[in-house]
């Protein structure tokens, strides 16, 4: 079974600043992909950034990246130039290719960007 | 395009009512999924649909959980009997077909259960 781990405590960071997240996971499976969402307290998950496991390059989207490296089996989150609105919740989740398709979560990331 | 729309958005009711939410996915997304996230969580599976079939309900305490997702498109989630510990945010998503790895999720549904 997949299993997603999140151990940082709570991150306050300065606005403009870049931010590290980490994620680690497990798995015997060849083929998977990797997410990260970001949960503000709205309440709704939404889609950050996703990283398949033969992907030869790291994903990028806009101020999110992910720093893939596959031998350790991390998935780290960077946001780059930090915003206010960028406070929220931060799950990794992941998900094998081959087999019953569920998207496992970790237990989330909470980061606060002060000004 | 309209997102994932839930109802209600808070919800409290006392230990063994039964309770109803309701989850209308983005249109013409063939995939719904709900998740329950428990306080200091992240979401967990309860059921995926297919369409109107079931493709994984192995983490759905069947005893006192049902849905179904009638023609396709909206979907209900029941509990009957409610316990404390189902007390938590209840999320909904959906994704297009092929495009699993985007799931768009729904604002999610508060319960307590006092």
């Known amino acids: 079974a997949q299993k997603i781990t999140q151990t940082q405590p709570g991150m306050f960071v300065q606005e403009k600043e870049a931010v590290t997240l980490d994620c680690t996971y497990d798995t015997s499976d060849p083929s998977y992909g990797l997410f990260w969402y970001k949960q503000p307290s709205s309440g709704e998950m939404i889609f950050l950034i996703y990283q398949g496991s033969y992907d030869q390059q790291n994903a990028t989207e806009g101020r999110y990246s992910l720093n893939f490296q596959k031998a350790r089996k991390s998935a780290n989150l960077v946001i780059s130039a930090s915003q206010l609105g960028d406070s929220a919740m931060y799950f990794c989740?992941?998900?094998?290719?081959?087999?019953?398709?569920?998207?496992?979560f970790g237990k989330g990331n909470q980061v606060v960007v002060i000004p | 395009e309209a997102g994932v729309a839930q109802s209600p958005r808070y919800k409290i009711i006392e230990k063994r009512q039964s309770v109803a939410f309701w989850c209308n996915p983005i249109s013409g997304h063939a995939t719904l999924y709900w998740y329950q996230q428990i306080l200091g969580q992240g979401p967990k599976l309860l059921i995926q649909f297919q369409n109107n079939g079931v493709v994984d309900d192995s983490q759905l305490p069947k005893d006192r959980f049902s849905a179904e997702r009638l023609k396709g498109v909206d979907s209900t989630l029941k509990i009957q009997p409610a316990k404390l510990e189902d007390s938590a945010v209840y999320l909904c998503a959906s994704s297009s077909r092929g495009q699993d790895y985007e799931q768009y999720f729904g604002p999610g549904t508060r319960l307590t259960v006092t």
């Open positions: 989740a992941m998900r094998v290719t081959y087999g019953n398709n569920r998207l496992a």
